[in-house]
C-alpha cells in the first residue's frame, strides 16, 4: 500500500490546507475527465445530482465515464441506490462498458452500493498526486525530441501510440484524436499535446497536458513498448511541466498515476495527496 504524504509536508509545498489540495485536485480531475470522454462526435455527456456522465460510444470502459459522486453525506442507502440506478439507465441505452471514477470527497457508502449494484472495484486504488510549479526537472538524455502536435499526422501518430500502450481492442478509438482536431490543435483548447521521438525515429511516446477547473493536469502519458525505459517519459514530463509553468498561469499541476508512472513523477517532486476508486461495469445491457 502506498502511503499518502504527510499533512505538513502538502502544506509547506503548496501553501494550502490538504484539504484545500485536494478538493482543486478532485474539482479539475472530475471536470478533465468528463471532457476527455466526451471528445469525440457521437458522444454523449450528461451531469445530474453530483456526477457527470459522459460516453464516446467506444466499447472501453475509459471512454465512457461516471466522474464524482458528490452526494449528501447522510444520503440513505434508497437514496444512493436510486442515483446509481440514473446512472446505470444512461449507459444501458448507450450499450457500452464503463467505469465510475468515485470522488475522494464523496459519501464513504457509495462503493459498497456500487457493488451492490453489480460493478466491480478495480484492485488497487488510483493516486491522485500535484507538483508545484515551476516542478523540480530531472536531466533527460541526448538525442530526444519532443514537440507540440500540430497536424493531423502528429494526430494520427498519437491515436497509434496512446491505442498501442493502454492495450485497447482491435478496432477501438483509431480516430481518437483526429476525430476533434481542434481539441488538440487549436490555441483556445485547453488541451496540449505533445510528441516525442528519438532522433531520425517516428514518434514513440506521447503525452498533454490539459486546463481544468482554473489548474492543469498532465494526462495521456504514453510510451510505445520498444521505446520503454530509454528516456522518453522524462523527456515528455520535462516539457510538459516547462510549458505549464509558462502557460497556465497556475502554481501548481495534478495527474492521476499507474503503478507505472508513479515512480517517475516522484522523481518530478509530486506528492501523493489523495485517491480515487474506481468501479467498472462491464457488460453491455
Request: charged share 20%.
Amino acid at each position: 500500500m502506498i502511503l499518502h504524504d504527510a499533512d505538513d509536508l502538502i502544506e509547506t509545498t503548496f501553501k494550502r490546507s490538504p484539504a484545500e489540495v485536494e478538493r482543486l485536485i478532485d474539482e479539475h480531475t472530475l471536470a478533465v475527465q468528463h471532457w476527455l470522454s466526451s471528445r469525440s462526435p457521437e458522444s454523449t455527456q450528461k451531469q445530474r445530482d453530483g456526477v457527470w456522465l459522459s460516453s464516446t460510444g467506444e466499447s472501453v470502459a475509459r471512454l465512457n465515464l461516471a466522474v464524482g459522486g458528490l452526494f449528501p453525506h447522510d444520503a440513505s442507502n434508497d437514496q444512493l441506490d436510486a442515483k446509481i440506478s440514473h446512472v446505470q439507465t444512461f449507459f444501458a441505452e448507450r450499450d457500452v462498458p464503463w467505469a465510475w471514477w468515485v470522488s475522494p470527497r464523496a459519501p464513504s457508502r457509495l462503493g459498497e452500493r456500487l457493488l451492490a449494484a453489480g460493478l466491480t472495484r478495480r484492485s488497487s486504488l488510483l493516486p491522485a498526486m500535484a507538483a508545484p510549479l515551476p516542478a523540480a526537472l530531472p536531466a533527460q538524455r541526448d538525442g530526444l525530441q519532443v514537440w507540440r502536435a500540430a497536424s493531423l499526422a502528429d494526430l494520427h501518430a498519437a491515436c497509434t501510440i496512446r491505442r498501442t500502450a493502454f492495450g485497447f481492442p482491435d478496432g477501438v478509438a483509431l480516430h481518437y484524436f483526429e476525430n476533434m482536431p481542434e481539441s488538440w490543435l487549436s490555441e483556445d483548447s485547453p488541451a496540449r499535446l505533445y510528441l516525442a521521438a528519438k532522433e531520425g525515429e517516428p514518434p514513440g511516446g506521447m503525452g498533454a497536458w490539459i486546463m481544468g477547473a482554473g489548474i492543469p493536469g498532465i494526462y495521456i502519458m504514453a510510451t510505445l513498448p520498444e521505446w520503454q525505459r530509454q528516456g522518453m517519459g522524462v523527456a515528455i514530463l520535462r516539457r510538459l511541466l516547462l510549458d505549464a509553468a509558462d502557460h497556465s498561469g497556475s502554481d501548481m499541476i495534478v495527474l492521476t498515476a499507474s503503478s507505472k508512472g508513479y515512480g517517475l513523477y516522484r522523481k518530478f517532486g509530486f506528492l501523493h495527496i489523495t485517491d480515487y476508486d474506481i468501479y467498472r461495469w462491464e457488460e453491455s445491457t
